[in-house]
Structure formats: C-alpha cells, structure tokens
C-alpha cells in the first residue's frame, strides 16, 4: 500500500503539481487510511465502499475535526481516481461516497489596535539587535501582505532587492501574485537587509532566502515563526491562544475590507482561487455594515 500512496504522491507533484504542504496532508492521511485496513487484513487493491464507510466512522469516533475528515475523504478519493486510471483496480470504492461537510466558521481576527500592539512588542523583543531587526520586518512584512506563513519564511531575498514598492510571492500550486508593500514594510525590509548583509545571518555561506537559519529547509521553519508569534502576543499583553500568523492573514483582508477595498482586490492579494472563499470575511464586519445602513441610507429613519 505504501507503493500506491508514494507513485500516487508523485504523479500529484508531476501531473497536478500539488502544493508540498498539500502532499504532506495527503501522505499522512493515506498512511493512516493503510494503518487502518492493515490492521484489518484488507488492502487499497481489494476494498470496498463499505470498508471506506467504516474508516471515515472511526475518524469521526475519534472526534476529529469536520475540515479533517473531509480532508481524508478528499485524499482516498484523488488516490482511487488515480489507480483507476492506472489500472490498478476496475472499480473506485470511494465514487459515491459525500464528505462531511465543512462548516462555514468565521475566521479569528485582531483589532487595529491588537495589530499595532504585535508590531510594537516585535520592536523590543529578541535578545539581540539582529533578532528584533529580523522579527520587525517579519511581523510588517507579513501584516502588509497577507501571505501565508510558508510564502512568508520561505521568501527569496531577491524577491526584496532594490526597495521594491510591489514583490512578488509564489503561492499554492507555483501560482504567482504581486502585492503592495506598505512603507513601514519598506523600512523594515531595508533595515534587515542592511544588518543581514553585514553580519550574513550568523551563517558560514550565503542564503538565498531573507530569513535564512540553519533548518534543513535552509531558512526559518513555520514551526518556529508561529512561536515566535505566540512569543509576541505574551509581549504586547494578548491571549497567545487567539494569535497566530493565519490571524495576521485575516487581520490584514479584514481591516483592507473595513477600510473599503474592494473584495476582488482583496481575493488577488491572499491569492484565494475562489471568491467565495474571501467573502466570508464581509462576515466578520456584519456589525460595521448593518450599522452603515442604519446611519448613512437615505430612507434610514432619525430620532
């Protein structure tokens, strides 16, 4: 079975070129798919819909998240697809099964205020001068963008050269976007670049990336931003438990939203294929807007 998630995982990042973190996902959950039937005796070449109802009743048994499971479901389905068309089984034992469901949850944000907060303990945390330099520019850059955490450690320092107003980032599937960068980013980015260049990260060779480390990624791993991020939180006096970097994601498309930017404008910043998946974020300004209504329309009435 580990033959077919492997040649399975490899024709995603040929074929389809999947994201890695995407394939990560979908490792783990068709290794744990095979843990099951193994322990059962069964195999992916001789299953039926029936054995794949039972797993996806065991995961629920096991209280794991609506969003989880119908990310299991997702990748069964993808890797039965495929060995159909490889000739691997005549039948797809997952065809007719529906996922789920995901609930639509309203992203957790911070206030402007929360926001400055961050920014401000970034300034002053950090034992020495390089790591509060390094720390600075991840936390503007990161609030002036709205990119996601892998696009954000993984940024080339090319990308960055020259003070550019726009960089451009390479998102999920390699898609690329450019976004805007404010000028407290600008100052930040100029400020890291100066003391990287001269000190050259405290590293033996030169990095390609802006925040090099010594990981085997050869640059600041998202386990150790997120916390670096949780650090912060403590610093500026907020509960670690409602900060994260996807919060300074969601931060940035609501206060964008908040201030009157236009949701498509917003959906090609954050790199969302769908604009759906934007729009939930009108949600979180549902107050803002009802009262909008009620004080700017014509026709509303006045005491």
């Not at 999920?172 to 050259?200: I, T």
Request: hydrophobic content about 45%; some cysteine; proline content about 4%.
């Amino acid at each position: 079975m580990q033959r077919w998630i492997s040649t399975f995982l490899e024709a995603q990042a040929a074929g389809k070129d999947a994201a890695r973190n995407t394939r990560l996902a979908y490792g783990r959950d068709l290794k744990d798919f095979a843990d099951w039937l193994g322990r059962r005796g069964l195999h992916f070449s001789q299953i039926s819909q029936a054995d794949v109802e039972d797993y996806l009743v065991f995961c629920d048994a096991q209280g794991l998240a609506t969003a989880t499971r119908a990310r299991r479901l997702s990748a069964i389905r993808q890797m039965f697809l495929f060995a159909q068309e490889e000739g691997w089984r005549s039948t797809d034992p997952a065809l007719r099964l529906k996922g789920p469901g995901r609930a639509a949850r309203l992203p957790k944000t911070l206030s402007e205020t929360e926001v400055t907060a961050l920014l401000e303990a970034a300034r002053h945390h950090g034992r020495a001068p390089e790591d509060r330099l390094r720390n600075t520019c991840l936390m503007e850059v990161l609030y002036a963008t709205g990119m996601r955490v892998s696009e954000l450690v993984a940024l080339p320092v090319a990308t960055v050269r020259g003070n550019p107003a726009m960089i451009l980032i390479r998102g999920k599937g390699d898609k690329e976007r450019l976004v805007p960068l404010s000028s407290p980013a600008r100052a930040a980015l100029a400020d890291w670049l100066a003391l990287r260049d001269a000190e050259g990260a405290g590293l033996r060779a030169p990095s390609k990336f802006l925040f090099p480390s010594r990981s085997a990624e050869g640059h600041l791993t998202r386990l150790r931003f997120y916390a670096l991020v949780k650090e912060l939180a403590l610093v500026a006096g907020l509960d670690p438990a409602r900060v994260t970097p996807h919060t300074l994601r969601h931060a940035f498309a609501t206060h964008l939203l908040a201030h009157g930017a236009d949701l498509r404008a917003i959906q090609t910043l954050l790199g969302h294929a769908d604009l759906a998946t934007t729009e939930i974020y009108t949600h979180v300004l549902e107050d803002r807007l009802r009262d909008l209504v009620l004080t700017r329309h014509p026709l509303a009435q006045h005491d």
